[in-house]
């Protein structure tokens, strides 16, 4: 059968300090007044039965997470005891499937992507699952169709189309995050996609994937789906690592039987990774200014500026261009908006100094 895994772990250090550790970014309702989690569970309306969505979390904040998906069964709602990198989730979550359902075909999505149209992306989704369903060997990504030539993205290296489906191409190579010169070359090309990070295969697939290239990750997190109870003691064990790093990169490579295609995925698609981005999805006025909560912004220009405070302080902003302001009812951070990327830096700083009450 059919499931999707929503990655909802991570603490979104780049959105500090809306992005704490008991709320992170893709808990905040800053679209709309909905959660970019909530987005992403509303995507897969129509795609499967609520009862296949999974979602994998910290546990600290499990229960917000049960809060704002309330028509999910809190069974499926697995909560990491601490984070070890994305591999770890997927696992996880894979070994639960293939224990209660061995022919699981499972999807894994992100929980902080914005993606338009919603029906491109679920025909994307759909031929994924027909890909893994009739291909064992094969793991699917989505490859994003590129729109300008972006230096914050990786990308797929597509090589030819499988037969019969033209949308479907293999993948010849994942890289990394480009400079500006190799990023308009391969926007020139049309041979690459934005790698979104998401991907499809069934579970015993990427299981015996992980039999091969990490043993111990595969024995730990099968005997973990048997002895759930023993969560606390297994998990933290788990060697931390990405899954592009453990199974995507090798297995492109020729390391195992398994083999690696893309879906074409040709939607607006946007990673809230930080401030930078979320502006993009807010609305300005027209100085460029994109205000949320009690503000004021006079003579300034292109600017974040978000009050997140509950008792009516106010934030008042003058003669300021491109810099992101936020406060929250404990925090106040000013940074310029090109150098905010580097906020989790200062995030280190401040846990050094006064300690994971500010994290």
């Not at 992170?24 to 992403?40: E, F, T």
């Not at 914005?114 to 793991?139: C, K, S, W, Y």
């Not at 993205?153 to 190579?173: I, N, S």
């Not at 996609?193 to 039999?211: K, Q």
């Amino acid at each position: 059968m059919r499931h999707v895994l929503i990655m909802a772990g991570g603490s979104g250090k780049r959105l500090w300090p809306l992005s704490r550790q008991d709320m992170p970014k893709q808990l905040l309702r800053i679209l709309g007044g909905q959660s970019l989690l909530r987005l992403a569970y509303e995507r897969l309306e129509g795609v499967v039965d609520p009862s296949r969505v999974w979602v994998c979390t910290g546990a600290d904040y499990a229960h917000v997470v049960a809060a704002e998906l309330p028509e999910l069964d809190p069974a499926n709602i697995l909560g990491e005891p601490e984070g070890r990198d994305s591999m770890n989730a997927i696992a996880w979550t894979a070994a639960v499937l293939a224990e209660r359902d061995p022919e699981a075909v499972m999807a894994v999505v992100a929980s902080d992507h914005i993606m338009r149209p919603t029906a491109a992306f679920q025909e994307a989704l759909a031929q994924g699952f027909e890909v893994a369903e009739n291909d064992p060997h094969a793991l699917v990504t989505f490859g994003v169709v590129p729109s300008t030539a972006h230096t914050g993205y990786g990308y797929l290296h597509q090589g030819e189309a499988l037969p019969d489906r033209p949308d479907v191409r293999r993948v010849l190579a994942f890289k990394e995050k480009p400079d500006r010169p190799t990023a308009e070359s391969y926007l020139e090309s049309g041979d690459y996609w934005w790698n979104s990070g998401m991907f499809v295969w069934r579970a015993s697939t990427v299981l015996d994937i992980l039999r091969q290239l990490l043993p111990d990750t595969h024995r730990l997190v099968t005997e973990l789906a048997a002895r759930p109870e023993r969560l606390a003691e297994i998990y933290p064990m788990l060697a931390k690592i990405s899954v592009d790093y453990a199974v995507m990169e090798p297995v492109s490579q020729g390391r195992t039987d398994a083999h690696v295609v893309a879906v074409q995925l040709p939607i607006i698609w946007h990673d809230v990774g930080g401030y930078p981005s979320l502006r993009r999805q807010l609305p300005w006025d027209e100085h460029g200014n994109a205000v949320t909560g009690t503000a004021v912004v006079v003579g300034s220009r292109d600017n974040l500026v978000l009050n997140e405070c509950a008792d009516g302080r106010l934030l008042a902003v003058f003669g300021m261009t491109d810099t992101v302001m936020v406060q929250t009812d404990k925090i106040t951070v000013v940074a310029p908006l090109g150098e905010s990327e580097r906020i989790k830096e200062l995030v280190v700083e401040v846990t050094a100094r006064l300690g994971q009450s500010y994290a």
